[in-house]
Nanobody, 122 residues
Framework: VQLQASGGGLVQAGDSLRLSCAAS????????MGWFLQAPGKEREFVAA???????YYADSVKGRFTISRDDAKNTVYLQMSSLKPEDTAVYYC?????????????????WGKGTQVTVSS
């Protein structure tokens, strides 16, 4: 599975932004998909994940503001981000993992995409 994230940009605090992650491969629908972020000088951290069946899981910091979704017909996972804050500024990465539980238990992802930069100005 190859992953390509897009949709990042420069926005103002309070704005919304939607990230997309397009996947190649016919087995996309069998994978749980997720988003991570990495701020400058910090470690990569979990943002949100969605199972192959559509169950979603979020980091506490984004609950109520971010929504993850997937379109298996388009092999794409989305991250709708609302009420953005300057502290959301980071490079956002999408990932694919065969076991959904890995997203909340921790562990390595099967596949990573290249990141897309999100910058939120105050």
């Amino acid at each position: 599975v190859q992953l390509q994230a897009s949709g990042g940009g420069l926005v103002q605090a309070g704005d919304s932004l939607r990230l997309s992650c397009a996947a190649s491969g016919r087995t996309f629908k069998n994978y749980a998909m997720g988003w991570f972020l990495q701020a400058p000088g910090k470690e990569r951290e979990f943002v949100a994940a969605i199972s192959s069946g559509g169950s979603a899981y979020y980091a506490d910091s984004v609950k109520g503001r971010f929504t993850i979704s997937r379109d298996d017909a388009k092999n794409t996972v989305y991250l709708q981000m609302s009420s953005l804050k300057p502290e959301d500024t980071a490079v956002y990465y999408c990932a694919a993992e065969s076991q959904f539980s890995t997203f909340y238990r921790g562990g390595g992802m099967d596949y990573w995409g290249k990141g897309t930069q999100v910058t939120v100005s105050s």
